[in-house]
């Protein structure tokens, strides 16, 4: 019993892994993991029993949380959208943008992933509606089906890391750290790593390009009535949009100075982009808006097409985003605007009606309902193995690893990449983050890029053959039979679930190129945050002196308490001794009340206190 006692922590995570390889719901597990285990440890004495009695607060402050309400909402938006169609005329109208080159369609889907990534938030959604609209027009005009399908399952999960991810909110939660901090931490390395997708397509362009054909003529249907592509207007279009994002972005310092009316020198890089990306598409807007309604006659059918269908989701985009980069709303307030901007455009599309919205509003609820459970279980079990001291268990094995912080990222990063073969990300979140977050906070580690970089690594959990939940959402979706194409009325053959874990296979190795990435240059995630406020105590006390000093009857008077000398109400003047002799000062205070000298005595606990900043 003694050894068990002694080993408590080792043998109780042991005892997790038995739960979970007997094939037990991960909620359950947690939960059932620790009560075993609390009540064991109360029986041998391993720690007191009014652990249990901390329970039932640890839950209601679940409960009581308003971060976690941002899940639902994101949710509900992203399910919304994609039962709206707008993921149908995303990939409709940009695979015709970029049709004509080779690798054309790969490269919309990577495209509409990112949008979709950043107005959903939601893995499956983006991978369900990418597969059935994009993977048989690949297939109908000879795209590889080893690259088509690694490209729909790697785009859809952009959602993972591209705010206003889910997992993003979970790791904040977990990490104790603001939701809106770590969006904007993740914001560069999501579109970065969207960039290498699009290097590892034109890679296949260039050198197979029988893999990654261009759309023929035929295909492409918004063309002008004298036959010509529209692409002229279109890129003077982009090209007005381009020149006004970058001044904006350019003279952003500038426009926050104007509305704050003081001085503001540095603004966050990505708040430069949601800013700049919205006001540019703004004047696209306008441009297409008086070109329709004056039929000027200006733009090209495609020109049109492309400026109104990336209208909404990048609507989307600013409404979220944009408020929360700017702090005007909290994710669980740009969330909710969110939903209901969903809703709206939903109704005003006129293709959400209330059965669409019920099954959305249940699957919403089972998602929230799933993640709450397991957060009941994980702070249960949390609750009884920090009483066991299991972190500091943790914090022993993991920093006596070699190579300092180097070492403790690759070790940390090896293992969330091996248990991501049988855990998703919820279960990560709940059960691992908690347990490294505060050995990596000692080893000075920032928290927001230490969450970005597993989240990163995390999204390997849903492209991991055989078990990438991603796979399992495009396998769902994709044809297991030979069917007729009813554009081309050729035969199409099937694609094999071996086809879809080959082509997850080269995007499970970018995204772990871009873990490395992001180890070796932390500022992509640090730098877009704000600078943090550096608060000099030593100015503060020599400022708190001078105004000690320069008061004329208050507390820089030889009467501390300011009373005048005539005794008013609460003063009393000491009264002399019988024999004649002068009242003893009162002693000293260290610096209290007592002390005659109040600015001298402030001057020396300052002087006793270590200097911070």
Request: net charge negative.
């Amino acid at each position: 019993m003694e050894f068990i006692a002694t080993n408590y922590a080792p043998i109780m995570f042991a005892g997790l892994i038995c739960f979970l390889l007997l094939g037990f719901p991960v909620a359950f597990s947690l939960g059932a993991a620790g009560l075993a285990f609390g009540f064991l440890g109360i029986e041998l004495g391993v720690f007191p029993s009014s652990v249990m009695a901390w329970l039932p607060q640890r839950l209601i402050g679940i409960m009581a949380n308003d971060t976690l309400l941002a899940v639902p909402f994101f949710t509900l938006m992203g399910l919304i959208l994609e039962r709206s169609g707008m993921a149908e005329d995303l990939l409709d109208t940009v695979g015709q943008v970029f049709g004509p080159i080779r690798g054309g369609l790969a490269l919309a889907v990577i495209f509409v992933g990112a949008l979709l990534a950043a107005t959903t938030g939601v893995v499956a959604a983006s991978v369900i509606s990418m597969g059935l609209i994009s993977l048989p027009i690949m297939l109908r005009y000879g795209y590889d089906r080893r690259l088509a399908s690694g490209v729909i399952a790697a785009s859809g999960t952009l959602a993972q890391i591209i705010p206003p991810s889910l997992v993003l909110i979970l790791m904040a939660d977990q990490l104790g750290k603001s939701v809106g901090d770590m969006y904007k931490g993740a914001f560069i390395p999501g579109f970065m790593l969207m960039g290498l997708y699009v290097v590892w397509v034109a890679f296949l362009a260039i050198f197979k390009p029988h893999a990654v054909p261009a759309l023929p003529p035929e295909a492409r249907i918004y063309r002008e009535p004298n036959g010509n592509s529209g692409y002229t207007s279109l890129v003077v279009v982009m090209g007005l949009s381009t020149i006004v994002a970058i001044i904006l972005a350019s003279h952003m310092a500038d426009l926050h100075t104007w509305w704050q009316g003081k001085e503001v020198t540095d603004v966050a890089t990505d708040e430069k982009i949601v800013t700049a990306m919205c006001g540019g598409t703004f004047i696209a807007f306008v441009i297409a808006s008086l070109n329709r309604i004056l039929k000027l006659g200006l733009l090209s059918r495609l020109a049109e097409r492309v400026t109104f269908v990336l209208i909404p989701p990048l609507l989307l985009i600013f409404l979220v985003l944009g408020t929360i980069f700017l702090g005007i709303a909290t994710p669980t307030e740009g969330g909710a605007m969110g939903a209901m901007a969903a809703l709206i455009m939903g109704f005003a599309r006129r293709r959400l009606n209330m059965d669409l919205l019920r099954q959305a509003l249940g699957s919403t609820t089972k998602l929230a309902s799933f993640v709450m459970f397991i957060m009941i279980g994980a702070t249960t079990f949390s609750l009884v193995f920090q009483a066991a001291d299991g972190p500091k268990w943790v914090e022993h094995l993991l920093t006596s690893l070699p190579g300092g912080q180097v070492g403790f990222l690759i070790v940390v990063n090896i293992m969330i990449f091996f248990l991501a073969f049988f855990l998703d990300y919820f279960e990560l979140s709940f059960i691992v983050v908690p347990l490294l977050g505060p050995v990596a906070e000692k080893m000075g580690i920032d928290l927001i890029w230490f969450g970005v970089l597993l989240a990163v690594n995390m999204q390997t959990s849903f492209m991991h053959p055989p078990f990438g939940f991603a796979l399992f959402f495009l396998r769902s979706v994709a044809p297991d039979k030979q069917y007729v194409d009813k554009v081309t009325h050729k035969v199409i053959d099937p694609v094999t679930t071996m086809q879809i874990y080959k082509g997850a296979v080269p995007f499970v190795l970018i995204q772990l190129v871009m873990v490395g990435v992001l180890i070796a240059f932390p500022g992509i995630v640090t730098g877009a945050l704000d600078k943090p406020v550096v608060v000099d105590m030593n100015k503060v006390g020599d400022e708190m002196l001078n105004q000690l000093n320069d008061a004329g009857g208050g507390y820089g008077a030889d009467n501390p308490f300011g009373a005048p000398e005539g005794g008013e109400e609460g003063s009393a003047a000491p009264e002399a001794p019988a024999d004649g002799s002068q009242p003893a000062p009162a002693a000293p205070d260290a610096g209290g009340y007592g002390s005659d000298d109040p600015a001298k005595a402030l001057q020396d606990s300052l002087n006793a206190a270590p200097a911070a900043k």
